[in-house]
C-alpha cells in the first residue's frame, strides 16, 4: 500500500551527526504511523524511534534518547531521523516502518524500506 525509501546514511567519526530521510509514496502517508528500526550484522533487528501520524507523539529507545529526533513531514510525505553525538554502537542498517496502526515500540509494522547504512568510526 505504500512504498519507503531511506536516504542519508553514510560513514561517519564519533561525535558527528547525520540525518535520515524516509521518503513514501502515495496519498496517505498522512494516515501512517512511522518508525525507525536498525540491526547490525548477526544481531536482531532494534527498535529506534516512533511517531504518530501527526507527529505529537514520539518514542525513542533508551539508547538514543536525547541524542536522536524522529519527525516528519506530512506534506512532503518524508520523515526524519536527526541522528547527533553517534558513537560506533550506532552503526547498523537503518530501515524505516509504516503502519495504519500506532505501534510505538512494536516492530510488528506492515511496510519497511530497504535501508541505508550508517557507520560510526572511533
Known amino acids: 500500500q505504500v512504498q519507503l525509501v531511506e536516504s542519508g546514511g553514510g560513514l561517519v567519526q564519533a561525535g558527528d551527526s547525520l540525518r535520515l530521510s524516509c521518503a513514501a509514496s502515495?496519498?496517505?502517508?498522512?494516515?501512517?504511523?512511522m518508525g525507525w528500526f536498525r540491526q547490525a550484522p548477526g544481531k536482531e533487528r532494534e527498535f529506534v524511534a516512533s511517531?504518530?501520524?501527526?507527529?505529537?507523539?514520539?518514542r525513542y529507545a533508551d539508547s538514543v534518547k536525547g541524542r536522536f529526533t524522529i519527525s516528519r513531514d506530512n506534506a512532503k510525505n518524508t520523515m526524519y531521523l536527526q541522528m547527533n553525538s553517534l558513537k560506533p554502537e550506532d552503526t547498523a542498517v537503518y530501515r524505516c516502518?509504516?503502519?495504519?496502526?500506532?505501534?510505538?515500540?512494536?516492530?510488528?509494522?506492515?511496510?519497511w524500506g530497504q535501508g541505508t547504512q550508517v557507520t560510526v568510526s572511533s
Open positions: 516502518a509504516a503502519d495504519l496502526a500506532w505501534r510505538g515500540e512494536d516492530d510488528g509494522y506492515a511496510y
Open positions: 502515495g496519498r496517505t502517508f498522512s494516515m501512517y504511523s
Open positions: 511517531i504518530s501520524t501527526l507527529g505529537v507523539s514520539t
